[in-house]
């Protein structure tokens, strides 16, 4: 334990050293740092905070220092998240690479591939973005039918994916591809590393009701990929693909359904003590919402300490996933009530809380819907019997 002490009194002079003023204090859309080949910083804070977390490994804390991580114990990356909480430290890097394409590579990827891609995803060298996705399989993602026929030393993709974040701006994108159309559904996919630099890709963004870019569509034709850019056992890119959603669903719950203050905290700021006595229905329901992330924070920090301990989180991510994202949801509907038409600025400003609520209705569907969650909570949490 005094080890611990004394480690996070370690962590605690760093930070206070080394993570710059701007990055500190509550996010906005432009302190994200995707990195890549072709990232332009935002600003030198951004670029220092970067650099200085990547030289320490900081940015993927908990993997092997052989392969640029801090090779942390998850006690100590739990003190490290705290730290950085207090200090309300921006992430360096918001990076699909760290959160979901990284574990799998430890898990699955042989150890070529580990040197190879998990140091420059550390140093968020290269933006990764995910291609799970088709016009016809989301929900149902062994639908899937973008191909890849291997020929030769070379796997030649043709196909199409759709709702792939930042597709349009990443360098290389993971995702699963069918290699073996005569297998049965599960057993006939790959996962596969793709350069979207290479000829034959095309990456076209799709505008959101918000005015934004975040997804976009991409197109292989003929595309050439080589042959060890296969990650696990060919026909075998399900299982790969599937311990890599534990973390995403995990990921997305744990983002503590977006609470910066308690909802009954902005009430009184908004409204004022006199006028929420005069809306009792509007009060009990933000109540009811705050005990709800009461109940919802000790499931996370349960989680958390079972992680620490060891026990692997497995199917119970769904229920991150499904309870972080729905109460994200709820809690903006509340802000919006709160706010009146105040709250109606979709044009971004002070108050984004309409913009942000469109964010988490999205996500209650990213990574998988509410309703896949709930399924895999009934089937692999709660083992009830299928219809
Ligand atoms: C913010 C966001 C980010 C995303 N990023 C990516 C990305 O980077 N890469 C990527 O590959 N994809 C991404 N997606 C796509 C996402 O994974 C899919 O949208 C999602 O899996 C749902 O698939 P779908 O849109 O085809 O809907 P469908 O599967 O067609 O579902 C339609 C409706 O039917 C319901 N439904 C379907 N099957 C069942 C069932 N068995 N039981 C009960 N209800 C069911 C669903 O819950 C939903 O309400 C993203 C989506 C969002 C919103």
Redesign the pocket.
Known sequence: MSDLNSFRGEVRGWLAENCPPEKRGPMREDDHCFGGRNWQFKNEAQRVWLDRMARRGWTAPEWPTGYGGGGLTGAEAAILREEMTRIEAHPPLTS?GIWMLGPALLRFGAEEQKRKYLPGIVRGEIWW?????????????VSLQTRAELVGDEFIVNGQ???????HKADCLF?LVRTEPDRPRHEGLSFLLIDLRTPGVAASPLRLISGSE??SQIFFDDVHVPKENLVGTRGRGWDVAKYLLLFERQMIGGMKAGETIRLSEFALKHLGQEALRAEPLLRARVAEFDLEMAAFETLVERYGEEATAGVALGAKSSMLKYFGTELNVKRHELMLSILGTAGLNLDGGDAKTALDWL?A????????????Q??VVAKRVLELPGS
């Open positions: 699909l973005a995910q291609g799970y996705s088709e016009p016809n399989a989301g929900s149902d993602l994916k759709i709702w792939t974040s930042y597709g995702g975040h997804f964010g209705l999205a996500n209650r569907i990213g990574g998988g819907t509410s309703e896949i709930l399924n």
